[in-house]
T-cell receptor
Framework: AQSVTQLGSHVSVSEGALVLLRCNYSSSVPPYLFWYVQYPNQGLQLLLK??????LVKGINGFEAEFKKSETSFHLTKPSAHMSDAAEYFC???????????FGQGTELSVKP | DTGVSQDPRHKITKRGQNVTFRCDPISEHNRLYWYRQTLGQGPEFLTYFQNEAQLEKSRLLSDRFSAERPKGSFSTLEIQRTEQGDSAMYLCASSLAGGKPTDTQYFGPGTRLTVL
């Protein structure tokens, strides 16, 4: 069985500040991990994904995430927040042949000017 | 590449009515997924197709729900005898699968269903 927990349903940062969105997973098989972003009234867009190999993964819009097996974590970071980063962020895990995604509850990111 | 499209974008219906949603995947994609997202929650997997074959269904997909992908292209999701608990955003995603769970899923904008 697989599951994802996102710590903090809402995170607020100032423009230019560090963004840190937390994700912990549970998986009985080697996990594949994803971060998606959802803007209002839009579908989900892939930010980045971890498959195998390098544990630090770089994505679009300056985001990156680090896979830490010992901590079962895949936290999302961005050094400097921009107003356009305000959105809902979802962490997801996949591991079976079907490729279905198991999502966390989401974290809403607000960016203050 | 026109992306994944879904129709309608919004649907309001009365309890007990039947509704049908359509999803058009990216043209060369052979896998198609349906998810449901309720307010304040992440998407939940409902079912997926590889070409025209429905390979997995979630226990969330009760007998009132049926999905088809008759020619391996577009898909429909029908809900019979809708209930207020069916109110949600229904998301469709597609991928070009080589049998790997890491294949990127591209999501459509969703259909928002409101059951009165």
């Amino acid at each position: 069985a697989q599951s994802v927990t996102q710590l903090g349903s809402h995170v607020s940062v100032s423009e230019g500040a560090l963004v840190l969105l937390r994700c912990n997973y549970s998986s009985s098989v080697p996990p594949y991990l994803f971060w998606y972003v959802q803007y209002p009234n839009q579908g989900l867009q892939l930010l980045l994904k971890y498959t195998t190999g390098a544990t630090l993964v770089k994505g679009i819009n300056g985001f990156e995430a680090e896979f830490k097996k010992s901590e079962t974590s895949f936290h999302l970071t961005k050094p400097s927040a921009h107003m356009s980063d305000a959105a809902e962020y979802f962490c997801a895990v996949s591991g079976n042949q079907g490729g279905k995604l198991i999502f966390g509850q989401g974290t809403e990111l607000s960016v203050k000017p | 590449d026109t992306g994944v499209s879904q129709d309608p974008r919004h649907k309001i219906t009365k309890r007990g009515q039947n509704v049908t949603f359509r999803c058009d995947p990216i043209s060369e994609h052979n896998r198609l997924y349906w998810y449901r997202q309720t307010l304040g929650q992440g998407p939940e997997f409902l079912t997926y197709f590889q070409n025209e074959a429905q390979l997995e269904k979630s226990r969330l997909l009760s007998d009132r729900f049926s999905a088809e992908r008759p020619k391996g292209s577009f898909s429909t999701l029908e809900i019979q005898r809708t209930e207020q608990g069916d109110s949600a955003m229904y998301l469709c995603a597609s991928s070009l699968a080589g049998g790997k769970p890491t294949d990127t899923q591209y999501f459509g904008p969703g259909t928002r269903l409101t059951v009165l």
